[in-house]
C-alpha cells in the first residue's frame, strides 16, 4: 500500500522536511501540494512532480489522495485539518495545532467522528537522544525527577522563514503567538513526555527584546519567554526560549535523585548522564536536526507507518492539546501576573 499525501504550504520547513521526508519514505508518495502563493506551489509540485494547487479547499477534496499534513499558519491549521479530516483523510498538523484549545477540540472531534488518525508533528519525540533520555527515566535509575531546565532559542524565523523578516511568525493576528508557540511548544511537549508527566502550574515572563519589523517598530509577539512548570508528580523546572540567540542552543537537563541527565550539552555526545562527579555515561546517538544543519526527522515515517499497519498514530491529537494547554497557561499567566493552574486534558 502507498499512502499518497497532499501537502498544504510551500514554505520553507515543508521544503527541508515534510517533501523530502514523503518521499523518502517507501510506502508514501507526495500527490499534491498547495500554497496561495502560486509560484511556490508550482515550483514544489514540479520538483515533486505531482498536483499544484492554490487553494487548500481543492487539495483536501482530490480523490486520489490519502492523507494530508497541513503546514501552513498558525491560524490556519484548525480549519484546514477538519476540511480534510471531513473530506475522509487522515492529516499531520504542524504545532501549535490551533491557536485556541476550542478549536483543538474541535480538530479532535473531527478526527473520531470521520474515523480518521490526527497526529501532531512534534518531531522533538522522535530524536534517538530524547527517546533513550525517557528510557533511562523510566529505568529508575535517576531516581525522582526533582527539577528540569530546557532551552530552546536561535537568532530568529527571519533566519528559517521563507519571508525573511516579513515572516508571519512576526504578526501576530496570523501566528497568535510569538517564541511560545514557535519554539517554547517543542520544549513543553517534550518534557512532559520524557517524564511521562503533566502540568499543574505555569508561571511566565514573556517580553519583545529586540525584534523589529523593516519600520523599525518591534514586533507584536514576544520573542523572549521564561516559563516555570510544576509537575503532577512534583517536579519543578524552567523553559526558556528565544528569538535573539546568536548561536542555537536546544539543551535540556533533567536532575534526579541519583543524577543528572543532560541533551544536547555536549556537541559530541547528545546524551550524558552523569550519576556523580567520577561515573557518567555517554551515547552518541546521532545529531540533531537545527535551522542550520537539516537531518531526518522521521515524523513523516511515524505518521504514514500506523497508517498503512492500521494502528494509532503516536503522536496523537491529545497530545498537541496538552503542549497547547501549558503553552497558553503560559500565556495566561504573562498577561495576567499570576499563577495559572492547568489541568490537562481538560
Not at 483536501?60 to 491560524?75: C, E, Q, Y
Not at 504578526?171 to 519554539?183: A, C, E, P, R, T
Not at 546568536?246 to 537537563?253: A, D, G, L, M, Y
Request: hydrophobic share 40%; net charge negative; with cysteine.
Amino acid at each position: 500500500m502507498t499512502l499518497r499525501i497532499g501537502i498544504i504550504g510551500a514554505g520553507k520547513v515543508v521544503r527541508v522536511r515534510h517533501l523530502p521526508e514523503t518521499k523518502m519514505n517507501p510506502h508514501a508518495e507526495v500527490g499534491a501540494v498547495c500554497d496561495i502563493v502560486k509560484s511556490r506551489a508550482e515550483e514544489m509540485a514540479q520538483e515533486y512532480d505531482c498536483q499544484a494547487y492554490t487553494d487548500y479547499h481543492e487539495l483536501v477534496r482530490d480523490p486520489h489522495l490519502d492523507a494530508v499534513i497541513v503546514a501552513a499558519t498558525n491560524n490556519t491549521h484548525a480549519e484546514m485539518t477538519i476540511a480534510a479530516l471531513e473530506a475522509g483523510k487522515h492529516v499531520m498538523c504542524e504545532k501549535p495545532m490551533a491557536t485556541s484549545l476550542e478549536d483543538a477540540q474541535k480538530m479532535i472531534d473531527a478526527a473520531e467522528k470521520a474515523g480518521k488518525q490526527l497526529m501532531i508533528a512534534h518531531n522533538q519525540r522522535l530524536e534517538p537522544a530524547n527517546r533513550k533520555a525517557k528510557e533511562i527515566i523510566q529505568s529508575g535509575k535517576l531516581g525522582k525527577v526533582l527539577t528540569f531546565s530546557s532551552v530552546f532559542g536561535h537568532p530568529g524565523s527571519e533566519d528559517w522563514a521563507i519571508d525573511g523578516i516579513k515572516t508571519w511568525f512576526y504578526k501576530k493576528d496570523i501566528s497568535g503567538m510569538g517564541v511560545l508557540g514557535d519554539l517554547a511548544i517543542h520544549k513543553l511537549d517534550l518534557v512532559r513526555w520524557i517524564l511521562e508527566d503533566d502540568y499543574t502550574e505555569a508561571v511566565a515572563m514573556l517580553d519583545t527584546l529586540n525584534k523589529r519589523y523593516l519600520s523599525g517598530d518591534l514586533i507584536d509577539v514576544e520573542d523572549n519567554a521564561l516559563c516555570i512548570l510544576r509537575t503532577t508528580k512534583g517536579a519543578m523546572g524552567t523553559i526558556t526560549t528565544s528569538w535573539s540567540y546568536k548561536k542555537e542552543n536546544n539543551s535540556t537537563v533533567i536532575y534526579g535523585e541519583n543524577g543528572v541527565l543532560e541533551l544536547y550539552v555536549d556537541p559530541d555526545f547528545p546524551l550524558v548522564v552523569h550519576y556523580d562527579f567520577q561515573n557518567a555515561e555517554f551515547h552518541k546517538l546521532g545529531k540533531k536536526s537545527t535551522n542550520v544543519e537539516q537531518v531526518k526527522t522521521g515524523i513523516v515515517d511515524a505518521f504514514v507507518e500506523p497508517i498503512i499497519q492500521n494502528k494509532p498514530v503516536p503522536i496523537p491529537g491529545i497530545e498537541g492539546y496538552k503542549a497547547l494547554q501549558a503553552v497558553l497557561a503560559c500565556q495566561h499567566s504573562a498577561e495576567s501576573g499570576t499563577v495559572e493552574k492547568i489541568k490537562m486534558g481538560d
